[in-house]
Every structure is written in C-alpha cells, then in structure tokens.
C-alpha cells in the first residue's frame, strides 16, 4: 500500500496545494462573516463542496430559506451526476472504498481519477481512494486553517 500513498501523494500534490489555498480563503471568509473556525472546519468536512460552502455562507447571515439552500445546492451540484455515470465503470470493483470515493468526489477528484492510467502493480481502488482522501483532507485542513487565520 506504501506505493499506492507514494504514487496518489504524487499525482495529487499540486491538487492539494490549490485546496489548502482556496480552504484558507473559504476559512476567512466565513471568519470575515462572523463565524468562528469550528464553522468552515465542519463546514467543509460535512458538505465538502467548495462553491456550494461559499454561497451557504453568505445564507447563512441572511434569513434562513431551507427551500432556497435546497434548490441552490441541487443545481450547483448537478454535475456530479454526469460525474457519477462516467465513474461507474472504475468504481464497480472498488468494494468498502466506493461510498468514500462517491462522498470524496469533486471536481479534482473527478478530473484526477477518470484520466489516471494506475500502473498495473499498483491497486488501482487504492490509488483512487488515496487521491480523494488527500484532496478531502486538504480542503478540511485549509478550512480550518483559514478560520484559525481569519481570528
């Protein structure tokens, strides 16, 4: 398994940097609206989907509208469908990793695993689920980070 975390960090590193970046700025963001940092930590560890965590922000200060969040989040999040479809074939036998890999997808998770040639010495359900954990951790931990920092 060593090779498969070897090979993931590799091919997600730049990936990784851009989410710990952007969380940063999503952690601020929800400091500079009144929210301390348990608020984007949580936030993105629970909804992990970056522009839908930006707009429920600014819902957030307003009046609460469940109707409207609903909506909102289904449309901005429709593309995981057509996401879903193209990935069913590259998840069919990825066995107790598959509702981590159907939770952990996004776009970059997304754009990373459908292109990915996993070499074949490596596992390749592995590869794919180590991918989507460190893009996961790393938009948790710049949320987080970015609330620390907003303080």
Not at 54 to 68: D, K, Y
Not at 72 to 96: C, D, E, P
Not at 121 to 139: G, H, K, P, Q
Request: a positive charge; one cysteine or more.
């Amino acid at each position: 398994m060593r090779k498969e975390v070897r090979y993931a960090f590799q091919k997600t590193s730049p990936v990784m940097l851009g989410f710990l970046f952007l969380g940063a700025s999503y952690g601020i963001y929800m400091h500079k609206l009144g929210f301390n940092f348990l608020y984007p930590l949580l936030m993105a560890a629970t909804i992990f989907a970056g522009s839908v965590e930006f707009v429920i922000g600014n819902l957030l200060v307003q009046s609460f509208q469940p109707l409207t969040v609903l909506i909102l989040t289904a449309l901005v999040n429709s593309r995981h469908i057509f996401y879903g479809i193209t990935m069913l074939k590259k998840y069919s036998n990825t066995g107790k990793l598959k509702p981590i890999l159907i939770f952990g997808m996004c776009d970059e998770s997304f754009s990373l695993n459908a292109t990915l040639k996993v070499p074949t010495d490596l596992d390749r359900s592995y590869v794919y689920f180590y991918i989507t954990a460190f893009n996961y951790f790393s938009w948790v931990a710049g949320a987080g980070l970015g609330g620390l920092l907003g303080e």
